[in-house]
T-cell receptor
Framework: KQEVTQIPAALSVPEGENLVLNCSFT??????LQWFRQDPGKGLTSLLL?????REQTSGRLNASLDKSSGRSTLYIAASQPGDSATYLC???????????FGGGTRLMVKP | GAVVSQHPSRVICKSGTSVKIECRSL??????MFWYRQFPKQSLMLMAT?????????EQGVEKDKFLINHASLTLSTLTVTSAHPEDSSFYIC?????????????FGSGTQLSVL
């Protein structure tokens, strides 16, 4: 059974710092991996999708990498801003049915 | 981009009542929709997979008689929480996949916060 783990569970940084969020998964046979942002009491916003054949994806200040063989993905946020404060979730799609298995999330607080 | 609409965004009800949550794909037909539940400070957990025209597939530990799923059309899936109790209070989110695009990201509704008094 696929398990997804995110470290750290919570992170507090001053504004302007570059930071890395980690995601690991136990079964490397994935279709793709997706990073989401969730604001309190709100739904999910998809940030980046990495196909199983890709190694990284970039969108603005965000960069996500994928190492399937080691079962790891990282989300790099450059020059963090208070507006980046949210919970970040990674999830893997494990079969053709597109069901997502989510990690526990990292609660990020960026202080002004 | 594809849009998934979820309604209502928030509902407060008395214990014992039933609550229906709707999930609509606005600009595409979704043969498969997923329902997730999220308790405070926890991650999302898949409850069930909703397939148009057939019975939903429930994850282990999810009571299918309590959480009724209907996917009667290609653009609408509903989740009904029957005889809701305070322990059912949670954040419910649906997602949908465009048919024929197995390796594409899923699209999510905005979620429904259910509070059972």
């Amino acid at each position: 059974k696929q398990e997804v783990t995110q470290i750290p569970a919570a992170l507090s940084v001053p504004e302007g710092e570059n930071l890395v969020l980690n995601c690991s998964f136990t079964d490397s046979a994935i279709y793709n991996l997706q990073w989401f942002r969730q604001d309190p009491g709100k739904g999910l916003t998809s940030l980046l999708l990495i196909q199983s054949s890709q190694r990284e994806q970039t969108s603005g200040r965000l960069n996500a990498s994928l190492d399937k063989s080691s079962g790891r993905s990282t989300l790099y946020i450059a020059a963090s801003q208070p507006g980046d404060s949210a919970t970040y979730l990674c999830a893997v799609i494990v079969n053709a049915g597109n069901m997502l298995t989510f990690g526990g999330g990292t609660r990020l607080m960026v202080k002004p | 981009g594809a849009v998934v609409s979820q309604h209502p965004s928030r509902v407060i009800c008395k214990s014992g009542t039933s609550v229906k949550i709707e999930c609509r794909s606005l600009d595409f037909q979704a043969t498969t929709m997923f329902w997730y539940r999220q308790f405070p400070k926890q991650s999302l957990m898949l409850m069930a997979t909703s397939n148009e025209g057939s019975k939903a597939t429930y994850e282990q530990g999810v009571e299918k008689d309590k959480f009724l799923i209907n996917h009667a059309s290609l653009t609408l899936s509903t989740l009904t929480v029957t005889s809701a109790h305070p322990e059912d209070s949670s954040f419910y989110i649906c997602s949908a996949r465009r048919p024929g695009r197995k390796n594409e990201k899923l699209f999510f509704g905005s979620g429904t916060q259910l509070s059972v008094l």
